[in-house]
């Protein structure tokens, strides 16, 4: 029983910031793998970052290292994708995403994830 709730998306120009907030609730603790994906229309979901397990270490996909940053909020059960520098191909739904036990070499496999929010729409314009 573990359920996800994304917000915080928005429609922004290219170069600006934003945030996005993912609260969880039900039996999910910090010993849960969590991360973001995002989806476009016609195209795979992808992995954007993610904690794994309770390690602390983030993982980001390159196409957004350097500009996101991931952190997790076990006090709160929240995890924060804080967006810079957004460019308009970061236009995508942004889902997050659980996990009580896959393994390392997983993280980036959509598969592998037992629970997802609905997902909040980004969209950046130049």
């Known amino acids: 029983q573990v359920q996800l709730v994304e917000s915080g998306g928005g429609l922004v120009k290219a170069g600006d910031s934003l945030r996005l907030s993912c609260a969880t609730s039900?039996?999910?603790?910090?010993?849960?793998?969590m991360a973001w994906f995002r989806q476009s229309p016609g195209k795979e979901r992808e992995f954007v970052g993610g904690v794994f397990r309770s390690y602390g270490r983030t993982y980001y996909a390159d196409s957004v290292k350097g500009r996101f940053t991931i952190s997790r909020d076990n006090a709160k059960n929240t995890l924060i994708l804080q967006m810079d520098s957004l460019k308009p191909e970061d236009t995508a739904v942004y889902y997050c995403?659980?996990?009580?036990?896959?393994?390392?070499?997983?993280?980036?496999?959509?598969?592998?994830?037992?629970?997802w929010g609905q997902g909040t729409q980004v969209t950046v314009f130049s």
């Open positions: 039900g039996r999910t603790s910090s010993s849960y793998t």
């Open positions: 995403a659980a996990d009580e036990r896959l393994i390392m070499s997983s993280l980036r496999i959509p598969s592998q994830y037992d629970y």
